[in-house]
């Protein structure tokens, strides 16, 4: 997938080095010090300032955006290193910790990893305040799960529900069903999800069938127009409608960048 282009970044290594600085030193980190530090293993962290901009990441982060060192990120933003789509909701997420100064804990959601591939992710994002109180940033951190059945937010009831919905990815939403394999009612379970995930039911079926496409664009050669009847789409053009509107590029675009016939592109 073709990477929007990124601005020129004229800040020397110096001037980076005192952005960080001034920010940092001016930034209460008690309320967040511990998030950070426990934030090991396969989780990533950044630090942004309230215009969105990265002041700080952790030595993980940079690979999944095709660069080389943490340094270039500094300064950079959203858009800068993902696809539109996802820089706006990664954006909106931003603004509703910058606006109300509480915490987003736990929010599930697809992103791309250092293979090019969609995966899933857990996201918290906890409000940076300077000396005055004000917020002046935000701290997130961003990790990954191996599989979307094993996430923890589901909970055994919501488990069976996601076990049918990734193993039918060919059909149509049936809430009564859902409902009846969980031993709720159809509304309990729509509450049920959007508390455990921040996303319906077939908000839901449709990001794990986008991670699905992915995964066959990426290592199948298989139509497009199959992949869209086996992922339970109308026909090939809603598939590729919804792919667009979701990842920023078409599905064919997708496999000629990230497939095995090319050169995976960065992207988060």
């Known amino acids: ?24 030193a001016d930034v209460m980190a008690g309320e967040c010090l511990s ?32 660069l080389a060192s943490a340094d270039e990120m500094v300064g950079l933003n959203d858009d800068d290193i993902n696809p539109p789509r996802l820089a706006k909701k990664y954006r909106t997420d931003d603004l509703c910790v910058l606006r109300s ?27 940076l305040r300077n000396g005055t ?15 979307i059945r094993n996430l923890p937010m589901f909970g055994v009831e919501l488990r069976p529900i996601v ?14 069903k859902l409902a009846a394999l969980a031993g709720v ?23 794990v069938r986008l991670d699905e496409a992915c ?3 990426r290592a199948t050669n298989e139509p497009l127009s199959t992949i869209a009847t086996d992922l339970g789409f109308y026909d090939q053009c ?12 078409p599905p064919g675009e997708y496999r000629l960048t990230r497939g095995r016939q090319g050169k995976p592109a960065p992207a988060k």
């Open 163 to 176: 076990e049918f919905i990734c193993g039918h990815l060919s059909e149509p939403l049936n809430m009564p």
């Open 215 to 217: 995964r066959r664009l």
């Open 35 to 66: 998030l950070v530090l426990g934030s090991l293993g396969n989780t990533r962290t950044v630090i942004k300032d309230a215009a969105g901009r990265f002041v700080w990441v952790s030595d993980n982060v940079p690979r999944h955006h095709g």
């Open 133 to 147: 109180g004000k917020i002046v940033g935000l701290v997130a951190t961003i990790q990954e799960y191996a599989g």
């Open 101 to 127: 100064g509480a915490p987003l804990l736990g929010r599930v959601e697809l992103a791309f990893d250092e293979r090019g591939m969609l995966n899933w992710y857990v996201t918290n994002k906890i409000p």
């Open 185 to 207: 009612s159809a509304r309990q379970v729509e509450r049920r999800f959007r508390n455990a995930i921040g996303m319906s039911p077939t908000q839901f079926l449709i990001r």
């Open 238 to 249: 809603a598939f590729t409608r919804l792919f667009r509107r979701h990842l920023g590029v």
């Open 1 to 24: 997938m073709a990477r929007k282009s990124r601005k020129p970044v004229t800040w020397t290594s110096q001037a980076k080095r005192e952005y960080q600085r001034e920010f940092l």
